[in-house]
């Protein structure tokens, strides 16, 4: 079974979604005495709060991560436990290794004299994406009894008391006084549901545009009825803002969770016509391949790119300024292709070994002997055989399959020297 191209252009959007969600709505201004403290853009521009629906993409997020998990699980030829070992090492080492990097940064920071306030900064906002690591592992721990659940009972009957749960503590924070503590369990309620439509869809009971087109447009309704209501239009936190959408997770995320999954079933065959062209289908590859270590560098970049070039004592427009009109926001757009290229070249360099040794065959990705590629390390993916012209023969080109075979295995060398090279 080779991937489903279509869910990788969705991991893809998800993931692009939440950097540069993070980085248009996270303003760093510079202070008289050199510190830097966090603005939001949402403040004084709150006509701005319907784009977070386009850029908030966690709910696809979680989406595809349910369809990954439940794919590679069925695949898995080990038992549960040792699925669930590999599983949730390929999300924790990559952890691991930002908290490493961080302390040493942040030590080196504090010996060099960088002030209180930015080393806060900066420690927040590398500390903060890393809650999502709680309800994913969680739901990828349980993700066998989730598949059997829908098998026996059905999406809508299983995602049925999650919604409960997230409407039951929507009302409480409406209802108790301000400053009550109420438990996380929307955290993990909330992202169940496109967790659990993922698991579905990995079953396939979501094919067809009748199903994507039911979720689009129940989680449309869904979302225009919760505005009517009075929730906040953000779908990210707003500083100053008495209620947020996000901290913790509402009816309103949920809602548009589901009509971002069903967007994404409708354009299944837009998507897969798209990611035929060499370029898109590169540039979801890559991204696929080092999704988890992107999302986990994308803030400590616009930290430390901020940083940097505070250092010279000159505030920079959308970089160093305080975002209070369109201006900024149009100066921050000037400054993404640097993000970019810092945060690409993060990624690559904090690639294990084994990726980097890697070399392209017939469109796939094929490890060197002695590494594990991505293809050794995603149990979604089994490459499809790559496809060539015979150029010696005369006439039109004749399709041809290359066969692989391992010099240690008489029997399938002699089968495939009788084959037509």
Request: aromatic letters at 6%; glycine letters at 12%; hydrophobic letters at 50%.
């Amino acid at each position: 079974m080779s991937r489903d191209r279509a869910v990788d252009a969705l991991r893809a959007y998800a993931i692009g979604g939440v950097v540069l969600g993070h980085w248009l709505v996270t303003g760093l201004v510079l202070t008289g005495d050199g510190g830097l403290h966090q603005a939001s853009p949402l403040t004084a521009l709150p006509d701005l709060a319907p784009m977070t629906w386009v850029l908030q993409t966690l709910g696809l997020f979680f989406f595809t991560a349910g369809f990954g998990s439940t794919r590679s699980l069925a695949r898995y030829p080990g038992g549960t436990g040792g699925w669930v070992a590999g599983r949730l090492r390929r999300l924790l080492l990559p952890t691991v290794a930002l908290l490493g990097a961080g302390a040493a940064v942040l030590l080196a920071a504090t010996v060099v004299g960088t002030s209180d306030d930015t080393l806060a900064v900066a420690l927040r906002l590398a500390v903060s994406p890393l809650w999502f690591l709680l309800p994913l592992v969680i739901l990828v721990a349980v993700t066998g009894p989730l598949r059997v659940a829908v098998r026996r009972w059905g999406v809508a009957r299983c995602v049925a008391p999650a919604v409960a749960v997230v409407a039951a503590v929507d009302l409480a924070v409406r209802l108790l006084p301000s400053g009550t503590d109420l438990p996380p369990v929307t955290v993990l309620a909330a992202w169940s549901v496109p967790y659990l439509l993922g698991v579905a869809h990995a079953d396939g009971r979501l094919d067809g545009r009748r199903a994507g087109g039911t979720l689009a447009a129940g989680g449309a309704v869904a979302l225009a009825a919760l505005v009517a209501l009075g929730y906040p239009v953000s779908a990210v936190g707003v500083p100053g803002a008495g209620v947020s959408n996000l901290n913790p997770p509402s009816l309103l995320v949920v809602a548009l969770a589901v009509t971002q999954v069903g967007l994404g079933l409708l354009a299944r065959p837009a998507l897969h016509r798209l990611l035929t062209r060499p370029l898109p289908g590169r540039a979801v590859t890559e991204v696929n391949r080092s999704a988890v270590r992107v999302y986990l560098w994308h803030q400590p970049v616009l930290v430390a790119v901020t940083a940097l070039t505070a250092r010279g004592g000159l505030a920079l427009p959308g970089l160093h300024t305080a975002p209070d009109g369109p201006g900024w926001v149009l100066a921050r757009c000037c400054w993404l292709p640097l993000l970019a290229v810092v945060l690409v070249t993060v990624v690559r360099v904090g690639q294990p070994l084994s990726f980097r040794r890697g070399v392209r065959a017939g469109g796939g990705w094929r490890p060197q002997p002695g590494g594990g590629g991505a293809a050794d390390r995603s149990a979604e993916c089994v490459p499809s055989a790559p496809q060539v012209y015979d150029h010696r023969r005369s006439g039109p080109p004749d399709l041809q399959e290359v066969i692989a075979v391992r010099d240690s295995d008489p029997p399938s060398r002699g089968r495939a020297d009788g084959q037509t090279r």
